[in-house]
Structure formats: C-alpha cells, structure tokens
C-alpha cells in the first residue's frame, strides 16, 4: 500500500510538470461536520476556471461515480461546484468505515488514465475525525525455510546450513575452506555435532537396555545391586630351573617376568628392557606373585617306590614319599609340587608317558623323614653307605590324586617325578621403571582445572585457581591410561589354599593391578570397585575399563562446596605417575610347556637359567560384555542375599559345593534366637571344625541380626540287611556274592559307579524301599532269584512287612559293612546254586 502512494504521488507530481493537455486527481477531503460534502482537489485547473484545461470538459454531477462500501452502498453525488482547482460535492448520504473509490466516467476525454479515480474513506477507526491514516496490511510473510530435523553429524549440518545461506543470500558463492564464511559454517557444524552427540549419549545410556559403554552399563547394574567383572588374568605354575653351579637362589616377585617362545630362538634368558617389544610382537608374559626360594635339588624328585616294581600311587591320594639321595631336599609347609607321569607304565618309553597325568599338590604339614634299610648309598660326603633318606609329602583333600600314578622301581628314569621350584605366577607385564613411561594420557601435573568457567576474575587480579571450598561445580578429574587392557587379578591367599583353589580364578573377585604414586601424598592410591562407603580422606580411585580396553579412573568429586565424601578428591598441583600391570583375558590360557623364556637382569638373570610350565594356564576371563549384563542384572536383583527363615539357611547350604544336603532348626535360648544347621558332607566326610567354621564363615554375610548359628554332625542310623540270593548255573556263587556286596556297598564299584548305599545317595529323610532293594539286586548279573530275609535299623524289629524305612530330618541311613567299624550298619549276603 505505501509502494502504491508513493507512485501516485510521483505520478501527479510529473503530471504537475508535464504539458500534456490532461489533468487529474490530486486529493479529496470529507467534512467532518456533515459527511455528504467531499472536497476534489485537481492537478491542474477546472475546465472554465482561470488557466484551465479546453481539452477537458466540465464536470458535472453524472459524471462522477462512487463505488464501494460495505453495509452502506448506492452513494451518488447530487450536485457539484467549481472554483479554481477544487470541485465542491454532496452526496445523497454519508458511507461506512469501509474504503470508496471516487471515479470520472469513462469515455470523457482530457483525463489521465491512473488519476481519473482516488479512493477514500468517509469514517475512520477512531474517535474523533482528525486521525492519522490507517496503518498498511501487513506485508505478506516469508516461506519458512526448510529445515532438514534429520541432520546429525557435521556433514549433514554444514551441507544444511550451506544450503540455507543459498537460498537467503545467493549473492555468496565462496566455498573455499579458507574463507571467513566457510569457516564458521564448519565450526557451527562441529559445534551442532558435538551437541548431537551429548543428545544422543544422555539419550542411549539412561537405560540398561539401551546403553552401549561398558562404564553406563556397570553403573546401572550396580544400582540393583550387580558388579560388573572386568574378567580376570590367567594363571600358571612355572618351573624355573637354575643355572649351572647355583645351589639355591630367592627369586624376587619384582623385575622379571616369564614369556613364551617366539619364532627367532633368542635364549632361555633375555634382557628385561626386551620383554615389552616381544609382548607387542606376539609373546605372552607372566609376572610371579611372590617371592619364592629355588632349590636346584627341587628341580626333579624321584618317587620312591620300596622296591616295588609294580608301585601305583591310587587316584586319591594324599601323600607319597620323595626319594633324596643326595639329602639335599629341604621342602616345607606350603611348597608347590606338580606331579608327572614320566614314563609309560607299559611301553616305560618317556616319549610316550601321558601328557594329562599330571596334577599339582600344595604341601599341608612339613615332610616326615623316613629311611629305607634295603637300599644302602654312599653319603655325599663320602663315607660308609647308609639307608636312603625318603621324604613323605602330604597334601590336603582337595588336591587329592585324580588319577593312577605308576611309579614302580626302573633300572634308569624314575617312572614318576614330583617337579619342584614351582611359582605361581599371573598373566600380565609391568613396565620395570613407570616413571619413564607416560602412563596417563593427560600430562603430568595431572592436577584438574578447579577454575570456574563461567566466573571471570575480578579486574586487576590474576586468573588464579580457586580454592576448592569455594567451588560450586568442579570439572571431574577422570585421567586415561596410556595403555589398553588393564589387568585384573585374584589377591594370592594365606596360605591355607589347595593348588586346585589357587588354579580356580574367580573374575568377580579379581582387583586392577595398579597403584598411584602423587607428589602430594606419601602414600599410593589404591583401587576399589566402589567409592560408595569410602572415608572422605581415602586414597582410593575406581578404574572404569570400556569394551576396547581404555581405562579411566574415577577419584572422589566435591559436593558443591563440601569436599568428597567418597574417597579424596585430587588437589589442584597434584601430579601422578602410575604402575600398572597390561594383559588379562583367555589370551593367557596357554597350553602346558609354552613358557620358555625369562626376562630379568641382574642377579635374576645370572642364576636362573629357564622356564617351562608342566600344567597349562587357567583362569583367563574376558570382560563382561554389555549384553551379559542385560541378561544377569536383573536376575541378580532377584537373588536373595540374606538369611531369614530357616529355608533361607537350608537353601543357602545346599548351594555350597562341600555340601550335599542341610537342614536347619531353630530354638530359643531364653534371650535370643539360635538356629542349628545340621550338615550332611560331600562323599561322607567328616564335619569337623575346621568345615564347620568354614561354614560359619561362608554365611556370616548372609545371617540375620540376632541369630547365633550352630553346624553340627548328622545322625548316623545303622541298618542291618540280610540277602539269600539264587545264583545262575552258569555263575560262581562267590563271585555272585560279591557282586552283591559291591553293588549294597557304601563305596565305588570297580566301574566306577558309587553303590547303594553310597553317602551321595542317602541324605536327611531319605526313605530306604524294600522293592528298590529287590530291584538293585536282581540287576546283577549272574542273580536269578533273589529274598531279602532281615530289613530295619540296627537293634530294632524287622521292617519288611512295611516295606520302607524312614528317617527324621536329622537322620541319615548308612550301611558301611566295614567289620572294623561295626556300629555302622551290617550286610549279609547268603549266595546259593551256581557252579
């Protein structure tokens, strides 16, 4: 609308200047008084007036038309007066507020084609008449741009922006990257990368389902109440064998590490500084746990055999004599031996002895010095022959012999040796000196950037970091280590273990091999799987492993002004240095005799001479991956950990592996509580006090406040069973006989299946059936009838008539037939026809 005036107004002005013979409409005014009077106003003279057009005619009232309106319409003029440049008229009745358009006839000449028409209002929107104009329409708005909601990522939010400044300003073509524009258009789409990205994060990891880091995972999961492990380091039973001329040596659990063999034969012993490239070129190390004393006597024992040439070690075993010719042998409490098949008990070839007969044995009690009379040596320092000395080594339970050891008398090799100089060691390899390496990926000087970013310092004050206290929301201090795949490990033990426990790795329980050194304190900073419950000034950090191996570690952080509550926060100036050992999965899982080098210098490299590993690595665990957890967490939360009801104890024991089957009763003792567990033992062992404190150990995470907890002993009911059994005619009675007795037998059968009567088949309550015992008979061979004469415990009436035996719930039948322990049940078997 204002374009449109402003050419009107051009267009009379040049028609003011023209010498065309026309003339036109310059304005027109309505009376506020009386609305039928309009005032014209002309360009140029009237027709009739001084100085007037003779090419217009003069204007009367039928020639002037009023068009328009909205509730008021058919205005016409009545009558019209000249003077000069003006033209007086009155309408028949005044308009409405709409807008009129006052025109000249058609057809009359003299008048200009654009000026011949003016438009007007008779009422303006306002109280009085004397008001400004009214305001233009409101200019049409513009197309909204297109926005593609799609972009994400700086490809597609530059290729968005660049589209967009072509359309606003066409004019801008530069696309060169180094021009101004271009370069803020890319740094605008860095920008909405990145905060794509943070969108993304929060939105994928506020869930277990859909999160994707390893670090959200573990967090979520520990909220209901599951650890996430980080898997575990592999572990071996190394074999260092010492240098010629060396008699003993104590070999340092520090500065060496055991690696396997490479593809160039570079020595039995190589530099330490050459343990790292070979581990980046393939090689596997392995670190000692311990200290350990190397004996070169220990290296091979011969099993001493009493001149039996047909000497068999049973599976079982929990002892066996060592011969010592030499009497060099000093082994005590604790030593790790590993016991090998060295020849083949048929061939007596040692290329054919058995690989998988070997076993590792931890000694429980110091050895016992024995002598045998018939075998006379000369002493090694000369003199009179004497009897041999002979060591016999004992071992607990759990490390009992799995299999037959043949170790008869040979005229040359001993058939079996007992391997000694035995290190516990553990996957992995630490740099010798860490203070020459970098090892976070941040600079030393690692102090966080305590500053406020959003606070500038006051003028005329350097830009200082402040004090901690008066921080609101410090940056987190969450340094990277250099190098991938930290490891985790199992603490070593006290020395109570099996060798069989220390082989079993359990990844849950495995901590991160590093420590931290700070220039502010003058302890190490030691991890923790949690920082939830940790003193405000404990030196104490949690490492976060994601899937690729990178670790960060998480220290306490400040709340608001307070410090942390959860282990130290680092100060500002605090720098670190770290020590931390690199290698964990089933990458270590290697097979037996795969060591084959040691890395060390100094005296470890002068008197040790090599390494080898009789048993195969075992424990390697990878990480828990993200999608194990999804599947585990929530069954975990599920779990009960705690012990209410007398189910709870009774299930919690029957969940332990040395015991076969609990139940739990419950007294009061006047002021509290007391719950008595009684215990039925894998295999029929004892439940001495040792088991029973064990036990006591294992649910005290568990027990309930208030309740003191009692293990004691079954009660053991003798039975006594009478059998008249009917041999077949192609049988021996006697044979048949004892068949009998092994299959009703408390023990193995020759097969190998536990018999009858076997501890791991009766437990508390069980019921002992007349017609299984019918069954069980007639299914050895050789039984063609068989009667069942005397059914029932020991000293009480016969119980066949009823058929079945039952037991209270601290009861457990047993029937031993051992005549040295006649209080434990009696089977008597009368076998009849046969040959």
């Known amino acids: 609308m204002a374009r449109a005036e402003s050419f009107l107004?051009?267009?009379?002005?040049?028609?003011?200047?023209?010498?065309?013979?026309?003339?036109?409409?310059?304005?027109?005014?309505?009376?506020?008084?009386?609305?039928?009077?309009?005032?014209?106003?002309?360009?140029?003279?009237?027709?009739?007036?001084?100085?007037?057009?003779?090419?217009?005619?003069?204007?009367?009232?039928?020639?002037?038309?009023?068009?328009?309106?909205?509730?008021?319409?058919?205005?016409?003029?009545?009558?019209?007066?000249?003077?000069g440049r003006e033209l007086r008229l009155r309408v028949n009745?005044?308009?409405?507020?709409?807008?009129?358009?006052?025109?000249?006839?058609?057809g009359l000449p003299g008048w200009d084609p654009?000026?011949?028409?003016?438009?007007?209002?008779?009422?303006?929107?306002?109280?009085?008449?004397?008001?400004?104009?009214?305001?233009?329409?409101?200019?049409?708005?513009?197309?909204?741009?297109?926005?593609?909601?799609?972009?994400?990522?700086?490809?597609?939010?530059?290729?968005?922006?660049?589209?967009?400044?072509?359309v606003s300003v066409p004019d801008w073509t530069e696309r060169n990257p180094a021009d101004l524009g271009v370069a803020l258009v890319e740094w605008l789409a860095f920008i909405g990368d990145a905060l794509s990205y943070r969108l993304d994060h929060v939105g994928t990891e506020y869930a277990l389902q859909t999160a994707r880091l390893r670090v959200s995972a573990a967090r979520h999961a520990r909220l209901v109440g599951y650890r996430m492990h980080n898997g575990a380091s592999a572990r071996v039973l190394a074999q260092l064998r010492l240098a010629p001329g060396v008699t003993d040596f104590?070999?340092?659990?520090?500065?060496?590490?055991?690696?396997?063999?490479?593809?160039?034969?570079?020595?039995?012993?190589?530099?330490?500084?050459?343990?790292?490239?070979?581990?980046?070129?393939?090689?596997?190390?392995?670190?000692?746990?311990a200290p350990a004393v190397l004996r070169a006597a220990h290296d091979r024992i011969a099993l001493h055999h009493w001149g039996d040439a047909g000497a068999v070690l049973a599976r079982g075993a929990t002892f066996c004599d060592l011969r010592d010719p030499d009497q060099a042998l000093q082994l005590a409490e604790g030593d790790l031996l590993v016991l090998v098949q060295n020849r083949d008990p048929v061939t007596r070839r040692l290329s054919d002895a058995d690989p998988g007969a070997r076993q590792a044995v931890r000694l429980t009690k110091p050895p016992e010095m024995l002598a045998d009379p018939l075998e006379l040596l000369p002493p090694p320092g000369g003199g009179g022959a004497q009897p041999l000395r002979v060591w016999r080594i004992r071992w607990g339970a759990g490390d009992a012999l799995r299999f037959d050891l043949d170790h008869g008398a040979t005229a040359s090799e001993p058939m079996a040796l007992a391997l000694g100089n035995i290190v516990l060691a553990d996957h992995g390899l630490t740099l010798p000196d860490p203070a020459t390496d970098q090892p976070l990926a941040e600079p030393l000087g690692l102090a966080p950037d305590l500053t406020d970013p959003e606070e500038?310092?006051?003028?005329?004050?350097?830009?200082?970091?402040?004090?901690?206290?008066?921080?609101?929301?410090?940056?987190?201090?969450?340094?990277?280590?250099?190098?991938?795949?930290?490891?985790?490990?199992v603490p070593p033990d006290d020395g109570a273990a099996s060798a069989a426990e220390l082989l079993r790795v359990d990844p849950a329980r495995a901590v991160a091999q590093i420590s931290l050194r700070s220039t502010d304190e003058t302890d190490r900073w030691l991890p923790v799987p949690d920082l939830l419950g940790q003193p405000a000034d404990?030196?104490?950090?949690?490492?976060?492993?994601?899937?690729?191996?990178?670790?960060?570690?998480?220290?306490?952080?400040?709340?608001?002004?307070?410090?942390?509550?959860?282990?130290?926060?680092?100060?500002?100036?605090?720098?670190?240095?770290?020590?931390?050992?690199?290698?964990?999965?089933?990458?270590?899982?290697?097979?037996?005799?795969?060591?084959?080098?040691?890395?060390?210098?100094?005296?470890?490299?002068?008197?040790?001479?090599?390494?080898?590993?009789p048993l195969p690595a075992t424990g390697g665990a990878e990480r828990e991956t993200v999608a194990e957890v999804r599947q585990r967490a929530p069954v975990g939360f599920h779990l009960q950990r705690r012990a209410v009801t007398l189910a709870d104890y009774e299930a919690l024991l029957d969940a332990h592996p040395q015991v076969q089957r609990a139940t739990a009763r419950k007294r009061w003792l006047g002021g509290w509580p007391a719950i008595f567990l009684t215990v039925d033992r894998v295999a029929g062992l004892p439940v001495d006090q040792p088991f029973r404190q064990m036990l006591l150990d294992y649910l005290e995470?568990?027990?309930?406040?208030?309740?003191?907890?009692?293990?004691?002993?079954?009660?053991?009911?003798?039975?006594?069973?009478?059998?008249?059994?009917?041999?077949?005619?192609?049988?021996?009675?006697?044979?048949?006989?004892?068949?009998?007795?092994?299959?009703?037998?408390?023990?193995?059968?020759?097969?190998?299946?536990?018999?009858?009567?076997?501890?791991?088949?009766?437990?508390?309550?069980?019921?002992?059936?007349?017609?299984?015992?019918?069954?069980?008979?007639?299914?050895?061979?050789?039984v063609a009838d068989l009667r069942v004469t005397a059914f029932g415990r020991s000293g009480q009436p016969d119980a066949s008539a009823e058929g079945v035996l039952a037991f209270g719930p601290r009861?457990?039948?047993?029937?031993?037939?051992?005549?040295?322990?006649?209080?434990?049940?009696?089977?008597?078997?009368?076998?009849?026809?046969?040959?």
């Open 701 to 782: 995470p568990y027990r309930m406040m208030g309740h003191d907890l009692t293990v004691d002993a079954p009660i053991l009911v003798p039975l006594t069973i009478a059998i008249r059994a009917c041999a077949t005619a192609d049988a021996f009675a006697d044979k048949v006989a004892g068949a009998l007795a092994a299959r009703f037998s408390a023990g193995l059968a020759e097969d190998g299946r536990p018999g009858f009567f076997h501890p791991d088949n009766v437990t508390f309550g069980s019921r002992i059936y007349l017609s299984h015992i019918y069954r069980a008979g007639l299914d050895v061979p050789g």
């Open 93 to 106: 009745r005044a308009g409405d507020f709409s807008t009129y358009r006052l025109r000249i006839r058609d």
């Open 538 to 613: 404990a030196l104490v950090f949690v490492p976060e492993v994601e899937a690729d191996g990178t670790t960060r570690l998480r220290f306490g952080q400040p709340h608001g002004a307070l410090p942390s509550l959860n282990g130290k926060t680092p100060l500002p100036g605090d720098g670190f240095t770290a020590s931390y050992r690199v290698g964990h999965g089933r990458a270590g899982n290697i097979g037996a005799g795969a060591l084959a080098r040691v890395a060390a210098s100094g005296a470890v490299a002068a008197n040790v001479a090599g390494v080898t590993n």
């Open 250 to 289: 104590t070999l340092p659990d520090q500065g060496l590490a055991f690696l396997t063999r490479s593809d160039t034969e570079d020595g039995a012993v190589i530099p330490l500084a050459a343990a790292q490239p070979a581990v980046e070129t393939g090689a596997v190390a392995f670190e000692p746990l």
């Open 811 to 835: 009861e457990i039948p047993v029937l031993s037939n051992d005549p040295n322990r006649p209080g434990e049940g009696r089977l008597t078997i009368e076998t009849r026809g046969g040959r």
């Open 114 to 166: 654009i000026l011949r028409e003016i438009r007007f209002a008779f009422r303006l929107h306002c109280d009085s008449g004397d008001c400004a104009a009214p305001p233009p329409a409101p200019a049409r708005p513009a197309e909204p741009p297109q926005i593609d909601y799609l972009a994400r990522d700086y490809d597609s939010y530059r290729r968005l922006m660049l589209d967009r400044m072509a």
């Open 456 to 489: 500038p310092p006051a003028p005329g004050q350097p830009d200082e970091p402040k004090p901690l206290a008066a921080l609101d929301r410090p940056r987190p201090f969450r340094p990277r280590l250099a190098r991938h795949d930290l490891s985790f490990a």
């Open 9 to 83: 107004d051009e267009r009379r002005e040049r028609l003011a200047a023209s010498a065309a013979r026309v003339n036109g409409i310059a304005g027109i005014e309505v009376d506020a008084g009386d609305m039928t009077r309009l005032l014209l106003r002309f360009v140029h003279p009237l027709p009739g007036q001084p100085n007037g057009r003779p090419t217009a005619p003069a204007l009367r009232p039928s020639d002037l038309l009023v068009e328009g309106g909205d509730r008021i319409r058919g205005v016409s003029v009545l009558a019209a007066e000249a003077s």
